[in-house]
């Protein structure tokens, strides 16, 4: 069965720091999305991207957040000076035409120290 | 509540009982998921219900809708040990993303 794949499954980094999470949906999926958990709370929506292009983002997703799909395969998101509060879980997630269903890969944990 | 709540939050019950978990939205929908989520894990996709859907079926799993009350419910039958995890509701809100409720912590005993 088609899979998302995220990687580093796990990244700490120092606060300050630029980190690029990235991700490879699945290959004939058209819409593309970041979603968080902070640990012991609710999956949140960041961004969704669609036609090159971020189709909606959410209050989440400031000036430190950008996303890119440079390739045609994957599809990355960057924090540019990674905060504390950005420690999380980080989910891909992909979907085709019809978005009956979305995709999720397993994560990446982002620890910011 | 908020969009996409659920209850309980917590459920245990031995294998072989059944577990229903319901979530409650607030507004318009296109479609409402369910996603399972193994402890620590990414989200897995169970089952979508269309809003011009009651009821839908994949193996063990029931799911119905009723969007005058804007509540959902999932089933859960003849559960196994495998089925301990966080279940989550999610709705689109005619929106290009997912609300997800807070979940449900389902612990199955064998």
């Known amino acids: 069965e088609p899979e998302v794949t995220q990687t580093p499954s796990h990244q700490v980094t120092q606060m300050g720091q630029e980190v690029i999470l990235r991700c490879v949906p699945i290959s004939n999926h058209l819409y593309f999305y970041w979603y968080r958990q902070i640990l012991g709370q609710k999956v949140e929506f960041l961004v969704s991207f669609y036609n090159n292009e971020i189709s909606e983002k959410s209050e989440i997703f400031d000036d430190q957040f950008s996303v890119e799909r440079p390739d045609g395969s994957n599809f990355t998101l960057k924090i540019r000076s990674t905060k504390l509060e950005d420690s999380a879980m980080y989910f891909c997630a992909s979907t085709g035409q019809g978005k009956y269903g979305y995709t999720f890969g397993s994560g990446t944990r982002l620890t910011v120290v | 509540s908020q969009q996409g709540e659920e209850d309980p939050q917590a459920l245990s019950i031995q294998e072989g009982e059944n577990a229903t978990m319901n979530c409650s939205y607030k507004?318009?929908?296109?479609?409402l998921q369910w996603y399972r989520q193994n402890s620590g894990r990414g989200l897995v996709h169970l089952i979508l219900?269309?809003?011009?859907?009651r009821e839908k079926h994949s193996g063990r799993l029931r799911v119905t809708l009723d969007t005058s009350k804007k509540s959902s419910s999932l089933l859960i039958t003849a559960s196994r040990a495998a089925d301990t995890a966080s279940y989550f509701c999610?709705?689109?809100?005619?929106?290009?993303?997912?609300?997800f409720g807070t979940g449900t912590r389902l612990q199955v005993f064998p």
């Open positions: 999610a709705t689109d809100e005619r929106t290009d993303k997912l609300i």
């Open positions: 507004t318009s929908i296109n479609n």
């Open positions: 219900i269309r809003s011009n859907e």
